[in-house]
């Protein structure tokens, strides 16, 4: 069992940056892959980006590609997800995720523990 406690979402204008963290807690850090999803208002879960177990390895969505950086301290358990030139589509509720056993990193149906989620609301 994993748990997850995302924190840093909030208001922020367009072109600002904030960044989101996931601590997590329950098993070997290392033993799991990492993943942050969004879910706008009305829509599904989209796949963000996702980090091997090693941190080695980054997977982006092509929407956030450049503008996003996923990391993680595995001597801190956090993943972080550092979000730069946001934009109003942004907007949306983050989770954070976690997966024992992976293969693409962008399904959400790989990953085995969720957090609660963290707001993020980007203005005009």
């Known amino acids: 069992q994993v748990q997850l406690v995302e924190s840093g979402g909030g208001l922020v204008q367009a072109g600002g940056s904030l960044r989101l963290s996931c601590a997590a807690s329950g098993r070997t850090f290392t033993d799991y892959a990492m993943g942050w999803f969004r879910q706008a208002p009305g829509k599904e879960h989209k796949f963000v980006a996702a980090?091997?177990?090693?941190?080695?390895?980054?997977y982006y969505a092509d929407s956030v590609k450049g503008r996003f950086t996923i990391s993680r301290d595995n001597a801190e358990n956090t993943v972080y997800l550092q979000m730069n030139s946001l934009k109003p589509e942004d907007t949306a509720v983050y989770y954070c995720?976690?997966?024992?056993?992976?293969?693409?990193?962008?399904?959400?149906?790989?990953?085995?523990?969720w957090g609660q989620g963290t707001r993020v609301t980007v203005s005009s």
């Open positions: 995720a976690a997966a024992l056993h992976i293969n693409g990193y962008r399904d959400e149906y790989e990953y085995d523990y």
């Open positions: 980090i091997s177990r090693s941190g080695s390895n980054t």
